[in-house]
C-alpha cells in the first residue's frame, strides 16, 4: 500500500526487524510514502499548525484556537469539522487537566489510542493508512540497566494515567510503560522545509527501517507525510537505513545521541570506521596551527619532541609514534611548530564568548549590533579551527542567519559560499542540507543580481533536491519555478555581459 518499490521485511542481525530492497534501486527513486497513525505539533510550532491538515500559518492561512481546549488550533471551520471526530475526546480531557497540559509524548500517546479505539469501532476505517496490529508489532527498547530511563518511564506513565480517562486506559501500568518506550524509540521528527523539527509521528511502516549513520535513503516531509527516498544506487538485497538523528557529529556525539534517545549502540560500519583516529571526521572538532598563516593540523606532541620546527619531515607522516594525548603542547603536522595547550584553550574559550553574546542579540533581534560581534568570532574562529570544523559551521549558519535579518544580503552570500565546502565535507550526496545550502546561496545570488552564479548553484540544488525531494515535493516545485526564471535572464544577457560575467568567476 505505501511500498512504492519492492521490498522484503524480515529479521536484520542484531537489530531487530528491517527492510531488504527485493530489486535493484537507483539514487532519487522514491521507496515509502505514508501518512502519520498519529502525529503531534512540537509545543513551540502548536499556535502556527493547524491540527488536522499541517498547514502552516501564512500564505492566507490564519490559525485559530479550538473555544474548548485553547490547545488546538486549525486554519478553517472545515479542517475543525474534519478533526472533531477525533479531537473531541482530546478536547474534553485537555480542558478538565488545564491549567497543565502533557507533554508531546503523553499527548502522541492519547491520539495514538484514540486511533486504536476509533478503529475497533469502526468510526475510521482500517482500510484507511495502517492497523492498530502494524503498531503492536513495532518493539520498544527498554534499557535494563538504565535506572533513568525506567524512571523517566514511570513518572510519564503517571501523568499519561491520568491523562487518557478511563475510555482510553490501557490495561495495566506495565503495558503503559511498554507503550511509552515504543513511542520514544520509533516516532520521527517531522520536520519542515528548513529540516527543523516541527513535530512527532508514528509511522509504522517507516519505522521499519532501520539506522545507519551512513544511510542509503533519507525522509522529507510534506505536511506530516513522510516520504523515504534513496540519495545512492541500493543493489537487491540490500538493507535499507535512513539516519535517525543529525549526521554532522563525531562517533562519539552520535552514539550518546542514539544511546539517549533510542537506547541503542551504534556499530555500523560508518561508526567502525570513524572511531580510527585517522579517520575523516577529526577535522570536525580539530584544529589548525595559524602560526604564520600555517593552516596544518595540529595533533598531541609526543613527548620525546624537543624542536620547535622544521627539524624533521612531519607533513609527510601518516602515523604519531609514542603519542601523548595529555600532552601539555600540539605539533602542527605541516610546519612542525608546537602549540601550548592552555594557549589554544584560552584562544577557544574567548571566541565562544564572543559568539555566545553575539547569538544572544541576535535572539533579541538585535541584529545591527549582533552581527559584528558574530564577524569578530568567526575572523578569530577560522585562525584556529580546521576548516571543517563544525563549530566553525555553527558560527558561519549564525552569521548567516543574522545577515538575512539584517539585509545584508552581500555578507550572507559571502559566509553562505564559505559555508559549502564544510556541507560538502560533512554530508553525503543528495543529502537534504547539501542541497537547501545550494539553494540558499543560489537565491542570495539571484537577489543581489549576480545570475551567473546564481544559476550554477540553483543548478547544482536542483540535482541534489531532486533526489532527496523528489519533483512533485512543493520545495523542489518552488525552486524549480526559480530555476526556470534565472535560466531565462541568463540566456537573454548580452553576449559581452556574458563574457565579463564568466572572466570575473
Known amino acids: 500500500r505505501m511500498w512504492a518499490v519492492p521490498v522484503e521485511v524480515r529479521e536484520a542481525a542484531g537489530r531487530g526487524r528491517g527492510a531488504f530492497a527485493a530489486c535493484d534501486i537507483a539514487a532519487a527513486t522514491l521507496v515509502l510514502r505514508c501518512r502519520p497513525y498519529a502525529c503531534v505539533p512540537r509545543e513551540a510550532h502548536r499556535a502556527r499548525r493547524c491540527a488536522a491538515c499541517w498547514r502552516e500559518e501564512g500564505g492566507g492561512a490564519a490559525m485559530k484556537r479550538c473555544g474548548g481546549c485553547h490547545w488546538a488550533h486549525f486554519c478553517s471551520a472545515a479542517c475543525a469539522r474534519a478533526a472533531w471526530p477525533w479531537h473531541r475526546h482530546e478536547c474534553a480531557r485537555l480542558a478538565a487537566l488545564a491549567p497543565r497540559r502533557p507533554s508531546e509524548t503523553i499527548m502522541l500517546?492519547?491520539?495514538?489510542?484514540?486511533?486504536?479505539?476509533?478503529?475497533?469501532?469502526r468510526e475510521q476505517?482500517?482500510?484507511?493508512?495502517?492497523?492498530?496490529?502494524?503498531?503492536?508489532?513495532?518493539?520498544?527498547?527498554?534499557?535494563p540497566n538504565s535506572e533513568e530511563r525506567a524512571q523517566r518511564y514511570v513518572a510519564m506513565s503517571v501523568m499519561a494515567y491520568e491523562f487518557l480517562g478511563e475510555e482510553l486506559r490501557v490495561s495495566s501500568s506495565k503495558e503503559l510503560v511498554h507503550l511509552l518506550s515504543?513511542?520514544?524509540?520509533?516516532?520521527?521528527?517531522?520536520?519542515?522545509?528548513?529540516?527543523?523539527?516541527?513535530?512527532?509521528?508514528?509511522?509504522?511502516?517507516?519505522?521499519?527501517?532501520?539506522?545507519?549513520?551512513?544511510?542509503?535513503?533519507?525522509?522529507?516531509?510534506?505536511?506530516?507525510?513522510?516520504?523515504?527516498?534513496?540519495?545512492?544506487?541500493?543493489?537487491?538485497?540490500?538493507?535499507?537505513?535512513?539516519?535517525?538523528?543529525?549526521?554532522?557529529m563525531t562517533v562519539t556525539q552520535r552514539r550518546a545521541e542514539l544511546q539517549s534517545g533510542f537506547a541503542f549502540s551504534c556499530n555500523c560500519e560508518q561508526c567502525v570506521a570513524d572511531s580510527n583516529p585517522n579517520s575523516r571526521t577529526r577535522f570536525f572538532t580539530g584544529n589548525r596551527c595559524g602560526i604564520n598563516g600555517c593552516s596544518g593540523f595540529l595533533v598531541p606532541a609526543p613527548k620525546s619532541e624537543k624542536t620547535e620546527s622544521g627539524e624533521k619531515d612531519v607533513s609527510e607522516k601518516e602515523k604519531e609514534d609514542g603519542v601523548d594525548v595529555a600532552a601539555e603542547?600540539?605539533?602542527?603536522?605541516?610546519?612542525?611548530?608546537?602549540?601550548?595547550?592552555?594557549?589554544?584553550?584560552?584562544?577557544?574559550?574567548r571566541a565562544a564568548s564572543v559568539k555566545q553574546r553575539g547569538v544572544e542579540l541576535s535572539r533579541t533581534r538585535n541584529v545591527t549590533d549582533a552581527l559584528p560581534v558574530l564577524e569578530e568570532a568567526y575572523e578569530e574562529q577560522r585562525v584556529y579551527l580546521h576548516k571543517y570544523n563544525l563549530e566553525l559551521l555553527d558560527t558561519l549558519n549564525a552569521l548567516i542567519s543574522c545577515c538575512i535579518d539584517a539585509q545584508a544580503f552581500d555578507k550572507a552570500a559571502k559566509y553562505c559560499s564559505a559555508s559549502i565546502p564544510i556541507f560538502e565535507y560533512v554530508y553525503p550526496a543528495n543529502w537534504p542540507l547539501r542541497g537547501l545550502q545550494y539553494y540558499m546561496l543560489g537565491k542570495l545570488e539571484w537577489h543581489l543580481g549576480n545570475t551567473p552564479e546564481a544559476l550554477q548553484w540553483l543548478r547544482r540544488a536542483d540535482v541534489s533536491l531532486a533526489a532527496s525531494h523528489g519533483m512533485s515535493h512543493a520545495l523542489y516545485r518552488g525552486l524549480y519555478e526559480l530555476l526556470r526564471e534565472v535560466e531565462t535572464e541568463f540566456g537573454s544577457m548580452p553576449r559581452n555581459v556574458l563574457r565579463a560575467a564568466l572572466v570575473h568567476k
Open 109 to 121: 500517546c492519547f491520539r495514538l489510542l484514540c486511533r486504536r479505539a476509533m478503529q475497533e469501532k
Open 125 to 143: 476505517a482500517e482500510s484507511v493508512g495502517e492497523s492498530w496490529a502494524e503498531v503492536a508489532n513495532l518493539q520498544a527498547n527498554m534499557n
Open 329 to 349: 603542547k600540539l605539533r602542527c603536522r605541516k610546519c612542525g611548530a608546537l602549540v601550548a595547550v592552555a594557549d589554544l584553550s584560552s584562544r577557544v574559550e
Open 182 to 248: 515504543m513511542l520514544e524509540t520509533n516516532t520521527f521528527n517531522i520536520s519542515n522545509d528548513d529540516c527543523q523539527p516541527i513535530g512527532l509521528g508514528l509511522y509504522p511502516t517507516a519505522a521499519l527501517i532501520n539506522h545507519s549513520c551512513a544511510p542509503n535513503c533519507v525522509t522529507v516531509f510534506e505536511g506530516n507525510e513522510v516520504y523515504v527516498r534513496a540519495i545512492r544506487d541500493i543493489t537487491a538485497g540490500t538493507e535499507l537505513t535512513v539516519s535517525y538523528i543529525e549526521l554532522g
